[in-house]
């Protein structure tokens, strides 16, 4: 029990350098350790049996090295740049592979528990995940690709371009055509208006 208490002790130490736990502690008056750790628990329920789990790990995905992207960008010091660049090629990486295996993963037991673990590991400055599958695997392939890439951007460029000069076109000739139709139907209205009330002036 001491080991429990010497732990707990150790972790609001630390959890004292967040302001916003310090005020969750006194709306409910749960320390913030245990909030923590229930918190936790909580999470790592949601992602073990995959409730919710993938909204999860795209926000965990997203905002945390979001945040620390911006304030490496604020920064006038340069080095943390560097770090969160590779994250986001990595995260990209990762996110391609994704899209074209994601009827395979479906089946795999507690993907999403693996996927959150994974991209913990990728972008905290502890481990540096990111910057390890980068250097050693990511970096030569990259560069060994680069001119076929930049190829199939350019192409996909231009196929996009042509795709939308042809929406474009297609919806001028459709708007054009609807205005004409709209003025014809207006214009035979008012004739037939016209020839109406002449007709009513001769039958007085």
Known sequence: MDAVKDQLKTIRAKLDQVPALHTAEEKTNVPKEYLVIGG????????????????????????????????????????????WLIYWVVYAFFSIIEVFTSVLLYWIPFYYAFKLAFLLW???????????????????????????????????????????????AATADLSASGIS?????????????????????KDD
């Open 181 to 201: 139709a709209a003025a014809s139907y207006a214009a035979k209205n008012s004739s037939s208006e016209v020839e109406k009330e002449e007709t009513d002036k």
């Open 40 to 83: 936790g628990f909580f999470l790592f329920f949601l992602v073990f049996f995959g409730i919710g789990a993938g909204s999860l790990c795209s926000i965990v995905g997203f905002v945390y090295p979001a945040f620390k992207s911006f304030e490496a960008i604020e920064k006038k010091t340069r080095g943390d740049d560097t770090q």
């Open 122 to 168: 990728a972008m905290l400055p502890q481990t540096k995940g990111a910057k390890f599958l980068y250097d050693t695997f990511l970096k030569d392939f990259l560069k060994k690709n680069e001119s076929r890439i930049d190829a199939a951007l350019n192409e996909a460029k231009k196929s996009a371009g042509t795709v939308a000069s042809e929406a474009a």
